[in-house]
């Protein structure tokens, strides 16, 4: 994701869609801590499941969101890259069964 990052405060999530996508937590050094997605059974879409995930991780100080009606595969896309480029998952989610290998290039 190349969206530029916006802070974790009330203000700025507030202003967040109500639709359907993905997005990204990042610590103050720029580490991203979670991707995740809002999907069709969030309530009040990427507003929501960026506050609640803002919410439960502490040290989150930015986000960034795409909206994006693929967002399912859009967010394993994510999690692969993530993966490829660091090694791992982002250290607050967790496994994902059949998650596949990404080897850019």
């Known amino acids: 994701m190349t969206k530029a990052w916006s802070t974790c405060d009330a203000v700025s999530i507030d202003a967040l869609p109500g639709q359907v996508g993905v997005f990204e937590l990042a610590n103050a050094p720029g580490e991203t801590l979670y991707i995740g997605c809002a999907d069709a059974r969030t309530l009040f879409g990427l507003r929501s ?50 998650l596949g290998r990404l080897s850019p290039g």
């Not at 009606?69 to 490829?84: F, G, K």
Request: charge should be negative.
């Open 49 to 98: 499941a960026v506050r609640e995930r803002v919410d439960e991780i502490e040290d989150a100080v930015s986000f960034r969101v795409e909206v994006t009606t693929a967002y399912h595969s859009r967010w394993r896309e994510l999690l692969m890259v993530h993966v490829a480029d660091h090694g791992a998952l982002p250290r607050h989610n967790e496994e994902v069964a059949g």
